[in-house]
């Protein structure tokens, strides 16, 4: 994932997560709601650290036989293991509730979707394609561009 399109996912993700959890406050489901939020800011923490390293990988030149170093290494293997005790943690403060946490932790799925039909979207909406037949367009040649 390049910055940009990170940025996009990302964005898209923590607006998931912000209306569900604005949701299921003026449900006044709250245990569920902080189960929601704790899990989408591991996910989306955790994407943006996966970006962050596919970005020095690409950046170091590693496919090309250039290895990265062991701080990288430590520092990476540091971040898995902050996400998995956010986790073990955010499951023993909200025990009753791992549908919310996995909910939450699948926001960035949830943001690479919104993305991507965005996209989709755009993509349709300015595409040009042949006319019907018998039907002419001035200046265009008839033909997808």
Do not use: C, Q
């Not at 943006?48 to 701080?71: D, I, Q, Y």
């Not at 996995?102 to 394609?129: F, P, Q």
């Amino acid at each position: 994932m390049n910055d940009l399109r990170a940025g996009g996912i990302l964005r898209a993700a923590t607006v998931a997560a912000a209306i569900s959890v604005l949701a299921l406050g003026a449900l006044g489901r709250f245990r569920p709601a902080l189960a929601l939020t704790l899990g989408a800011v591991v996910a989306i923490v955790s994407a943006r650290w996966l970006s962050h390293v596919t970005g020095r990988l690409m950046a170091t030149g590693a496919g090309e036989g250039r290895k990265p170093g062991w701080k990288f290494a430590l520092g990476a293997g540091l971040r898995y293991l902050f996400a998995g005790l956010a986790v073990y943690g955010a499951v023993r403060l909200v025990p009753a509730e791992p549908f919310w946490l996995l909910a939450g932790l699948s926001t960035v799925v949830v943001g690479v979707v919104v993305e991507g039909a965005w996209d989709l979207w755009k993509e349709s909406r300015h595409r040009r394609t042949v006319p019907p037949a018998g039907e002419t367009r001035a200046g265009r040649t008839g033909e997808r561009i």
